[in-house]
Every structure is written in C-alpha cells, then in structure tokens.
C-alpha cells in the first residue's frame, strides 16, 4: 500500500461544496478573461482616439498586446517624413518638425507621443536642445499611461533605443 492515496484524501465531484467552489472559479476565469480583452480593446481606442487628426487606423491592424510596434510601421508609410533621431540631430529634427503640421515621436515599442507646442519649451542638457512640450504615452507592463510633459522627459536620455520622428501634414 505504499504510494497509494487513501480512498478519503481524493475529494468527490459531487459534493456540493467542491462544486460551488469549482463555478466560483470558472466564473472567476471568464471574468477575468472579459476584463483582460476589454483592456486590450480600451488601449487600442484610447490610441486611436489620440492619433484621430494625424492618422486614420482601423483597430484591426494594431497588434492587441503592443500596438505602439503597429502604429510605428503604419507611421512609417504615411508620414511626410521620417527621421530617426539621436543625440546628434534631434536639435535640427526638431527645427525641421516646425513646419509639418504634427510631429509624432516614437521609442521602440512602448512610447509615443506628439508635440503640443513648440513654443513651450524646457533645455535639455543630455540632449543639447530646448525640447518641446508633448502629450503622449507610455505602455509598461502592457499598461498604458498618460503623460504630458517635456520631450526630454518623456523619452529619456540617450540610449541605443531607436526614436524615430515622423511628420505629418
């Protein structure tokens, strides 16, 4: 008999409170499941809603669980133009973005944002410019998180993460 489970240590699936407690968790699941999928949808509407006036998005395109890494390569096709920036030319980038409509700025796949004014402006010593007060977002931990503030804030310091302009008409 050794290894061998006694009869009265397995619980029987008719009992009614294992059963009730076996619903309460199934329900807990789909619950849970809704909420994480509705999630997904309200982060896709919330950008949507926030690039409305420079680019027009079918939520059917954006990648559910990063859609920052879809908007960047839609971004790509229909901005004016394009600039990868760094240390080096984000001063000119930003000159440049001056006369375009809207600028768009990307970080990897987990932030963008868009200029707000040009004229409202904060130095930057890591960056060596005036950068532009912005709105935009951050997804951490497939969370989405509203900012407002300076660039430089919002897309950090100089690093190897690739930020990429785009500018719009």
């Not at 998005?57 to 790509?76: F, M, R, T, V």
Request: charged letters at 20%; one cysteine or more.
């Amino acid at each position: 008999m050794i290894g061998m489970i006694p009869n009265r240590a397995i619980p029987k699936l008719n009992n009614p409170i294992i059963l009730k407690t076996m619903k309460k968790l199934i329900i807990i699941l789909f619950v849970l499941s809704g909420l994480s999928s509705q999630a997904q949808n309200t982060k896709i509407a919330v950008l949507k809603q926030f690039l409305t006036d420079i680019i027009k998005i079918d939520g059917k395109e954006l990648d559910q669980q990063q859609p920052i890494i879809s908007i960047n390569e839609i971004a790509k096709t229909k901005a004016e133009k394009t600039i990868e920036i760094n240390s080096e030319n984000i001063g000119q980038a930003l000159l440049d973005a001056m006369n375009y409509k809207h600028c768009l700025i990307s970080v990897d796949g987990h932030t963008l944002v868009r200029v707000v004014s040009f004229k409202d402006s904060s130095p930057s010593g890591a960056w060596r410019t005036a950068m532009p007060l912005c709105k935009g977002y951050i997804q951490k931990s497939g969370v989405l998180y509203e900012k407002k503030d300076y660039l430089k804030n919002l897309i950090g310091r100089p690093d190897s993460q690739i930020r990429t302009m785009y500018l719009f008409n």
